[in-house]
């Protein structure tokens, strides 16, 4: 079992900028790939970002390329999601994942966080 816990949520005006943050625990970090989930009202779960094991692949969602980073501390067994740039379109609740297999499928995901909200204002 892995339990994951989000941290640094919150309300930002357009523009600004947010670091999330997943502590996990229950198993070997490095094992597990992570992922960030997003999940606006009324819309489907959708793909962030990813970052293998040990950190050297990412993946990200188009619309995000250019304004997220993901990365991960093994050691510290945490991984980031930094946002530049923030859109009102972002505003979701902010899912962190785990899975032994690189996927932006939700439904391969095997260990979830309880999310942390994103609110981006005009």
């Known amino acids: 079992q892995v339990q994951l816990v989000e941290s640094g949520g919150g309300l930002v005006q357009v523009g600004g900028s947010l670091r999330l943050s997943c502590a996990a625990s229950?198993?070997?970090?490095?094992?597990?790939?992570m992922g960030w989930f997003r999940q606006a009202p009324g819309k489907e779960r959708e793909f962030a970002a990813a970052i293998s094991g040990g950190g050297a692949v990412t993946y990200y969602l188009d619309s995000v390329k250019s304004r997220f980073t993901i990365s991960r501390d093994n050691a510290k067994n945490t991984v980031y999601l930094q946002m530049l740039s923030l859109k009102p379109e972002d505003t979701a609740v902010y899912y962190c994942?785990?899975?032994?297999?690189?996927?932006?499928?939700?439904?391969?995901?095997?260990?979830w966080g309880q999310g942390t909200q994103v609110t981006v204002s005009a």
């Open positions: 994942a785990a899975t032994r297999f690189a996927s932006r499928a939700p439904s391969d995901y095997d260990y």
């Open positions: 229950g198993h070997t970090f490095s094992n597990f790939v």
